[in-house]
Structure formats: C-alpha cells, structure tokens
C-alpha cells in the first residue's frame, strides 16, 4: 500500500512542480515582450522626435531611460504610469519637472512590483544614469534614502538643483502606509550621448 501513496505523492509533486514553472515562463515571457515593446518605442520616440506608444493602446510614451550600472538594469520611464504598465516602467509624476531637466523629478513606482526590488537595493553613493530626450546624458548619486507616511509631501517638492526622487509604497501590501524613497542629486552632465540600442 505504500508504493500507491508514494508515487501519489511524486506525482502531484511533479504536476505542481509543471504548473509553477509554466506559470515563470508565462511571467517572463510577458515581461520580456514588455521589455522590448517599451524599449522599442523609447528608441522611434528619440529617432522621431515624436510620442511613440509602445502598444497601440497605451495612453503613455517614453520620456527617458534610466540605466543602475552596478545592477545591470535599465527602466523607461513613461510619460505617466497605470496598472497595466506598472510592472515594466517607471511613470513620471507630472506634477514635477521633466527627468534631466534643472530642479526635482520624481518618478513613482507603484505597489507590489517585485519588478522594482532593486529600489530597496541601492545604496549611498550608488550611480544612477538618466537618458533624457532633451537635455541629454546625466550622471546622478544616491544622497538619501527614507521611508517615510503616505502623506509627507516634502520630498516631492521643487529643488534648486537637478535631482530625481524616486518613490514605491512600502512595505507593499494591502495596507500601506508609507513610503520608501531614493533621493539621487546630479553628479555630471555627459555631453556626448553613447547609444545602447
């Protein structure tokens, strides 16, 4: 009687084990079709000069690109963001300057994005690079990070210097209440803009 329950048990082990792997596979395959469709509009958005979506229903464009050297990542921003872009893209709040022009650009992230982990972990002093399509290549640092409530809205407020403030809900669950912040200051200013298509 124990050979029945035994292979009973690989059985369902194996069957589960196919449907959480075909699950990945489904999720990465959405998220690499994402990847591409936003990195395709974001190059037609540079080379045209115009607002490319990068699916023919989309209500949001590129606006910028946002490379974490050290991660090995790169994220578009979008004009603004919704629920169905938010796993991909970062969404540029549009109540703040535009990424890499002078004062404070602040791109949100929204909750339960476990596409955005790297967020919580960048450090002081990490690098973040910015490709705008207007003002160029900016280098820009790490200078502060804080978790803050759902309703402090000093760190969104305008800036006297170039800056990108980066924002996701935290602790990301149905209940949030607060916020997990990266405030990154520019450092320099590429003029020469290398392309990475």
Known sequence: MKNPLKWGIISLIIAMSITIWQFDQEHNIRAWVAYNLL???????????????????????????LFVPHLGLERIILSKINDGMSAFALGHSKTS????????????????????????????????????????????????IYIVGKTETNLVEPSLNRRL?????????????????????????????????
């Open 39 to 65: 990195h395709t509009a974001w190059i037609r958005t540079q080379s045209s000069g115009r607002q490319v979506e990068p699916w023919p229903w989309a209500d949001t464009w590129p606006l910028a690109r």
């Open 97 to 144: 300057v535009m990424p890499g022009e002078f004062g404070n650009s602040v791109l949100n992230i929204t909750h339960r994005n476990t596409l955005f982990n790297f967020l919580k972990i960048l450090k002081l002093g990490d690098t973040l690079v910015l490709e705008s399509l207007h003002s160029g290549r900016w280098h820009y640092q790490v200078s502060a």
């Open 165 to 197: 403030t980066l924002i996701s809900c935290y602790p990301c669950s149905n209940k949030d209440t607060q916020r997990y912040v990266v405030v990154a200051e520019e450092v320099e200013r590429v003029i020469s803009i290398v392309s990475n298509h």
